[in-house]
Structure formats: C-alpha cells, structure tokens
C-alpha cells in the first residue's frame, strides 16, 4: 500500500501577478482637474462678489457718517436753523466767505461755511457725493447724501415721489442716496 498523503493528486498554483492599475490614466487627471478649475473660479468669483458688497457697505457708512455730520452742525448754530439758514441747502459747493474755524462768524456765515465743507467732503469721500437739506415741516430736516454706486448699473437706488427724491433729487442711473430725518 501507498501511503496516502494529503496533498496527493492536489496541484499547487504558482501565486499570479494580479493584473491592477498603478496611477491614475490621463484621462482621470484631465477631469479632476476640470473639476477643481470650476471649483476655484466659483470660490473666486465669491470673493470677488464679497468685495463689491463691502465696497458699498463702506460707501453707505460713509454717507451715513456725512449725514450726521450736517445734523450735528446744524445743532451746533441753532440761531442759522432758526433764521431758515439749512433750509433748501442743494448739492452744490458754495464759497465761503469766512473760515470759521478761525474766526467768530455770524449764523448766516457759519450756515455757509458748514455747506461749503460738507460738500466738499461729500465729494471727496463719495463718487460723485453730493449732500442736500430740506426741511419738510416746522423744524425737521430731511439731509441727503447721494453718490454713485457701479453696483446698481442702470437702475436707481431710490424712488420719486419719495423722502429720498425730495432730499437727493430725482432718482438718477447708478446711485444711491442716503437720508436721515433730523428735528432742530
């Protein structure tokens, strides 16, 4: 008799190579990087949206800060606000005959002098800024602060027949206005 072994008639495979990819095909890179692409030029196209919207934030904090400006130096010559001085202030920039900060000046004097640098920082802070003041009744303001904004393209950052249309004028392609109302 034979002896019988466990491995008899049993053949032993030799290990095979698997046949599996190393890397990536050319054509898996090309898609990835298509992929990121877009991806990057959207997260850019966000910060660069972002930046706008910061732009005009700035730009409405700063008119915001223009309009306050001219309620405080309207509480400052409460005999000019009284003597209807403030009243029907347009954007223009007037002479100033007086520097007042150096010297004492009428009410009617500072009243000029307020306009004069107020809009001389309106256009200096703001494309295009311009301030108006108009008092609606007995005592109360409206003081506007207008500027362009390339955001808005053609449209108006306000509407007639508004507050805003009667302090900033009628509403005009590409800007914005601000106004408060102020009691004297």
Known sequence: MKPHSPHHGTQFAS????????GFSMLEVLVTLVVLSTGLLGVANLQ????????GAYLASVAAQQAQDMAERMNANPAGVAANRYDNLDAGIPGAQADCQNANCTPTSLALFDHNRWNTANQALLPGGAGQVREISDGIFLIGVRWRDRQLANASGWQAGTEAATVCGAPQAGTRCFFLRHQA
């Open 15 to 22: 290990p095979r190579l698997a046949s599996s990819q190393s």
């Open 48 to 55: 660069v949206e972002a930046l706008r919207g910061n732009q």
